[in-house]
Nanobody
Framework: QVQLVESGGGLVQPGGSLRLSCVVS????????MAWYRQAPGKARELVAS??????TDYADSVKGRFTISVDNGKLSYLQMNNLNVEDTAVYYC???????????????WGKGTQVTVSS
């Protein structure tokens, strides 16, 4: 059973940085795409950044130039967040499009989220 677990959230001052991590665990799998979403209070969940197996990345306009998504060793996804502002305050969720060995389907998995609060 594939699971995604995020870490790295916390309280940071405006202009500060955080790095979120997402560990993908399971017996045997391959990742097609990883992404980070966020949901602020009273707002819909939105895509922050994504990275495909070939390395292509995509970012929300609001985070371009400040956030960087990466994948390491096929089991870890990172979201480096720089120059944070109060509008970045949200719960951040890791998302993975993953195929378990022996199963032809690519399924979408979600972590439980990690809180990021930007405040002075």
């Amino acid at each position: 059973q594939v699971q995604l677990v995020e870490s790295g959230g916390g309280l940071v001052q405006p202009g500060g940085s955080l790095r979120l991590s997402c560990v993908v665990s399971g017996s045997s799998f391959s990742i097609s795409k990883m992404a980070w979403y966020r949901q602020a209070p009273g707002k819909a969940r939105e895509l922050v950044a994504s990275i495909e197996n070939g390395g292509n990345t995509d970012y929300a306009d609001s985070v371009k130039g400040r956030f960087t998504i990466s994948v390491d060793n096929g089991k870890l996804s990172y979201l480096q967040m720089n120059n944070l502002n109060v509008e970045d305050t949200a719960v951040y969720y890791c998302n993975g499009w993953i195929r378990e060995t022996g199963d032809p389907r690519v399924l979408i998995y979600w972590g439980k989220g990690t809180q990021v609060t930007v405040s002075s």
